[in-house]
C-alpha cells in the first residue's frame, strides 16, 4: 500500500488466536475492564449488558461472535462503537483480549452495508487478520433496538 | 641166712649149758685130783650144789628169760610190721599223697596212728591253709599288681599332664608377660589418645563455635533474603502500577489514535504523537514485562537462597547437635580412655604379679613332675614285686599241689576221684570220653583233659570250648599222639606217683598253665593208662 493509495484506518484488536481489524470511524472509545452483568438467558456471544455514558451498554464477545462456542467472560478491553461515532445512534460494545494500535488499510477493504459483518480477510505484515464490518454489526443492533422499539 | 628166732634161742640155752660143762669139768677134774673120802663128800656137795645152780639157774633166770625174748622178739615183729606201714606212710607223705598216708595209718598202735593221723592233719591243714593263703596271696598281688600298673600308667600320664600343665603354665606366664607389656602399650595409647582426645574436643569446640557462627550469618541472610523478598513483592506492586498505567496510556494513545483518526487530516500529526505515546505505554509495558522477569528470576533466586540458607541452617542446626552428640561422645570417650588407661595399668601390674605366680607353679609343677616321675618309677617297681609275688604266690600254690590232702582245692586228690571213676571204665573210649567232658564240665579251669596209655599214646581227650572257643587244636592234642617224652609222662612211668609240669603257655589259649597227671589203675590195682589234665592258671586262680 502506497500512501497515496486511498486507506482508512483501522483499531488492530486481537481476541483469542484471532486478529480483527475495527475501523476507527465506527469506534467510539477503547475502555479497560468495563464491569458487565450478565444477562440470563441471552445469546451465547452477549457478554452482558455494561454502563457506558449513564445508558445501558450491550457487549458482545467478538471471538464467540466470530467463530462460536462460549465466552470465556475475561476480557481485558473493550471497544464501543458507535455508528458516526455518536452515542445517539446504535452502541455497542466488544469485548477482546487486548487492543493492540491503529493500522492502515486500503479503503476498498471493509464492504457495504449488506455484506456480513465477517469481512474479508487480509494479511498485516505476515498475519491474517479479519476486518469487521462493523456497520452491519451496528446495523442488526439498530435492527434489534429498533424491533425492540417497534 | 639163720633165723635170728632160733639163733636167739641157741644163745639163751648157752647160758646153763655153760654152768653144766663147768659143773661137770669142775667134777671131773675134782675126781681125778681128790684121794680121800673127805675128798669124796666135797665133790658129791660140789656136784650137788652144782646141779642146784643149774637148776635154780634154769628156773629163776633161763625160764623167765626165754619168756622174755618170746615176748621180744613178737614185739619185734610187731615194730617191724608197723616201721614198715610206717614207712609207707612216710613214703607216701615224701611224695606229698597224705590221703594215702592217712590211709595206711591202719597198721600202727593207736596211739602212733592218732599222733600221725593228727600230724597228717595239722600237715594237710597247713597246706590247705598255705594253698588259700597262697590264692588270696596270688589274687592280692594279682590285684595290687593290676592296681600299681594302672596307677603307674596314671602316674604317668599324670606326669605327662604335670609336663603339659607346666609348658601351658610356662607359656601362661610368657602370655602374662605379653599381656602386660601389650597392657602397657595399651595404657600409654590410651594416654595419648586422651591428649588427642582433648585436642578433638577443643577442635570440635572451636568447629562448634564456627558452625555457630556460620548458622548466626544463616540467620542474618535469612533475615536478608526476607527483606529482599519483602523489596521484591513491593517492586511488584510497583511493575504492577507501572504496567497499569502503561495499559492505561495504551488505551488513552488509542482513544487519541482514534479521536485523531476521526479529525482526518487535521488529526494526522496528532496521531502520530498518540502512536508514539502508545508505543512508549508499549515499550514501558515491554520494560515492566523484562523487569518483572528479571524479578522473577531475582525471585526465584531470593526464593532458592531463603531454602538454600534454611536448609544451611537447617544443616548448621543438624551440625551443632551432632557436635554436641560428638562432644559428649569425646567426653565420655576420654572418660573411657581414662579409665581404660587406668584399667591397663592395673592389668599390667597384675599380669606381672599373675608372671611371678606362674613361675612359682612352674617351679612347683617342675617338682611335683619329678615327685609324679618317682612316683611312676616307684609303682613300676612296686608292678614288678606284685608280679613277682604273684609268680610266688603261684609257685606256692603249684607246690602245694604236690600234696595230694582230702580237700576239693586238692587237684590231685580231684584227679584221684576221676581216675577211680576211670577204674570202671577202662576199654570203653565212649565212656571215658564222657568222663572227660563231665570232668571239664565240673572243673571249668582246665583246658583239656585226656587219657593215655602206657606207651604214652593218647586213647582219648576232651578240651574246654569256654576256654579254647574255636581254635583248631594244636598238633599235641589228637588221638594216637605220643606223649611218652613228656616229663609228667615219664616221672609217672618211674614210680607210678602223680606229677606236677612247671608252669608252662599253654598251645591252645596262650594262658599260663600246669600239667597234673595220675596214674589210671584197674580192678587189681595194676597202673592201665594216665589221666592227664591241663590247668588254666588264669581261671584256676579266680576259683
Known amino acids: 500500500m502506497t500512501r497515496d493509495e486511498p486507506h482508512e484506518r483501522f483499531l488492530l484488536v486481537r481476541t483469542g488466536s484471532m486478529s480483527c481489524a475495527l475501523p476507527t470511524s465506527d469506534v467510539v472509545r477503547v475502555v479497560r475492564r468495563l464491569r458487565c452483568f450478565a444477562v440470563p438467558g441471552s445469546q451465547p456471544h452477549l457478554v452482558g449488558l455494561a454502563q457506558y455514558g449513564g445508558e445501558p451498554l450491550p457487549v458482545l464477545d467478538l471471538q464467540v461472535l466470530a467463530e462460536g462456542g462460549v465466552s470465556n467472560a475475561r476480557h481485558r478491553s473493550t471497544v464501543i462503537l458507535g455508528r458516526g461515532r455518536t452515542r445517539r445512534q446504535s452502541v455497542l460494545g466488544l469485548a477482546v483480549d487486548e487492543v493492540l494500535r491503529v493500522v492502515r488499510l486500503p479503503r476498498k477493504i471493509g464492504g457495504g452495508p449488506d455484506a456480513g459483518y465477517a469481512g474479508e480477510t487480509v494479511k498485516l505484515e505476515g498475519e491474517e487478520v479479519r476486518v469487521l464490518n462493523t456497520q452491519e454489526l451496528l446495523r442488526e443492533e439498530r435492527d434489534e433496538s429498533g424491533a425492540t422499539d417497534g | ?543
Open chain 2, 1 to 543: 641166712m639163720a633165723d635170728p628166732q632160733s639163733k636167739g634161742g641157741l644163745r639163751g640155752w648157752l647160758g646153763p649149758g655153760l654152768i653144766v660143762v663147768v659143773v661137770l669139768v669142775g667134777g671131773a677134774f675134782l675126781e681125778a685130783t681128790v684121794d680121800g673120802p673127805a675128798e669124796g663128800w666135797f665133790l658129791r656137795a660140789f656136784l650137788v650144789t652144782g646141779l642146784l645152780a643149774v637148776v635154780g639157774y634154769a628156773l629163776l633166770v633161763h625160764l623167765p628169760t626165754r619168756r622174755k625174748l618170746r615176748d621180744y622178739r613178737a614185739f619185734q615183729l610187731s615194730f617191724d610190721e608197723q616201721c614198715e606201714v610206717l614207712g609207707s606212710s612216710l613214703e607216701d607223705l615224701r611224695h606229698g599223697d597224705l590221703v594215702a598216708a592217712r590211709e595206711r595209718l591202719g597198721g600202727l598202735p593207736e596211739d602212733m596212728s592218732r599222733a600221725v593221723e593228727a600230724a597228717n592233719r595239722a600237715l594237710a591243714a597247713l597246706i590247705q591253709q598255705i594253698q588259700s593263703s597262697s590264692v588270696e596271696v596270688a589274687n592280692s598281688a594279682g590285684t595290687v599288681q593290676r592296681i600299681s600298673s594302672e596307677l603307674a600308667s596314671a602316674s604317668s600320664q599324670q606326669a605327662a599332664a604335670v609336663v603339659e600343665i607346666t609348658a601351658t603354665t610356662e607359656e601362661l606366664a610368657r602370655t602374662a608377660g605379653q599381656i602386660a607389656s601389650n597392657a602397657s602399650i595399651q595404657a600409654e595409647l590410651a594416654a595419648h589418645s586422651e591428649t588427642a582426645g582433648d585436642e578433638g574436643a577443643a577442635a570440635l569446640e572451636s568447629a562448634v563455635s564456627g558452625v555457630e557462627a556460620v548458622r548466626q550469618h544463616m540467620d542474618a541472610i535469612a533475615g536478608r533474603a526476607d527483606t529482599l523478598g519483602s523489596r521484591s513483592r513491593e517492586i511488584y506492586r510497583v511493575l504492577d502500577l507501572i504496567t497499569e498505567i502503561a495499559q492505561e496510556t495504551h488505551i488513552l494513545a488509542l482513544n487519541a489514535a482514534i479521536e485523531a483518526s476521526a479529525a482526518g487530516e487535521h488529526g494526522e500529526r496528532f496521531a502520530v504523537v498518540a502512536d508514539e505515546v502508545r508505543r512508549l505505554a508499549e515499550r514501558s509495558r515491554e520494560s515492566v514485562d523484562s523487569v518483572r522477569t528479571h524479578l522473577d528470576e531475582f525471585s526465584g533466586s531470593i526464593r532458592g537462597v531463603v531454602v538454600a540458607t534454611e536448609e544451611g541452617t537447617k544443616a548448621a542446626h543438624q551440625v551443632l547437635e551432632g557436635g554436641k552428640h560428638t562432644q559428649e561422645a569425646i567426653a565420655q570417650l576420654r572418660r573411657a580412655l581414662a579409665e581404660t588407661a587406668s584399667a591397663a595399668r592395673e592389668i599390667s601390674l597384675a599380669t606381672q604379679e599373675q608372671g611371678t605366680a606362674s613361675d612359682q607353679v612352674v617351679l612347683t609343677l617342675r617338682e611335683v613332675s619329678e615327685v609324679v616321675q618317682r612316683i611312676a618309677d616307684g609303682l613300676g617297681q612296686y608292678t614288678g614285686a606284685a608280679e613277682r609275688l604273684n609268680q610266688l604266690a603261684l609257685s606256692i600254690q603249684l607246690l602245694t599241689q604236690s600234696f595230694r590232702i582230702d580237700s576239693e582245692h586238692s587237684l590231685k586228690h580231684l584227679l584221684a576221684r576221676w581216675t577211680d571213676r576211670l577204674r570202671n571204665y577202662s576199654g570203653n573210649l565212649e565212656a571215658v570220653g564222657g568222663v572227660l567232658e563231665d570232668l571239664l564240665e565240673e572243673c571249668p579251669y582246665l583246658e583239656l583233659a585226656y587219657l593215655v596209655d602206657l606207651s604214652g599214646s593218647m586213647i582219648s581227650f576232651a578240651a574246654n570250648r569256654d576256654l579254647v572257643g574255636d581254635r583248631e587244636h594244636p598238633g599235641g592234642a589228637a588221638v594216637g599222639q605220643n606223649y611218652a617224652d613228656r616229663p609228667w609222662f615219664q616221672a609217672l612211668s618211674r614210680d607210678g606217683r602223680a606229677a606236677v609240669t612247671p608252669i608252662y603257655e599253654s598251645l591252645l589259649t596262650d594262658d599260663p598253665c600246669f600239667t597234673i597227671a595220675m596214674a589210671v589203675r584197674d580192678a587189681d590195682d595194676e597202673m592201665v593208662g594216665t589221666l592227664g589234665v591241663d590247668v588254666n592258671l588264669l581261671n584256676w586262680t579266680k576259683i
